[in-house]
């Protein structure tokens, strides 16, 4: 029996075997950015720092489970009346929250020093309507208890029933289209 202990731990250490869970805390530094255009220029919008103390529990199964919730007040597109337009547009006052929920991934992610991508479902929750969609991350170990997970997907106002916003008349229209990507700097706590 303790050699089959001692057999588990080594291949746990050295990653051949891998925990029926893991649990992952989300680390402060961790990004959301959101790029779009208008019939003018470009724009990106951000939140440069996570303020939730979110963890994230994966399965072998590759079931994820996890929810971060951003401050949509947090969002800076650093322009004053862009920003301003942006939240106003996610209706902001009414639905402070953008809430990320993290359903399921195609495979329990290797975590090692090259980078893997892997196909993924989250349910994002933005302006009170709740769509639900696949992602593709990138994963990838940094050090001995830390990865970093980066996803990536293209969304539109419409998905949530919103109406991208338009200025002087209709002179400036923004697009639809808004390509996101949020980057998950996660700490291993077991």
Known sequence: MLLLRAILILGLFTGLVKP???RWLVQKNSTIRIEGSTNVNSFCCHVNEYLGPDTITLSASGASLGVLAVDIERFSCNNRIMTGEFKR???YQQYPQLKIVFVSLEKVPAFSA????IRGWVEVDLA???RKFEVMYTSCR???E???LVGSRTFGFSDFGLTPPRKMGGLIRVNDRLD?????HLHQIN
Request: glycine share 4%; hydrophobic share 35%.
């Open 114 to 117: 090259t980078p893997e991508i």
């Open 20 to 22: 029926a869970k893991s």
């Open 146 to 148: 830390n990865v970093d």
């Open 142 to 144: 940094t050090n001995d």
């Open 128 to 130: 009170g309507l709740s």
């Open 89 to 91: 547009t996610l209706k």
């Open 180 to 184: 996101v990507e949020f980057t998950l």
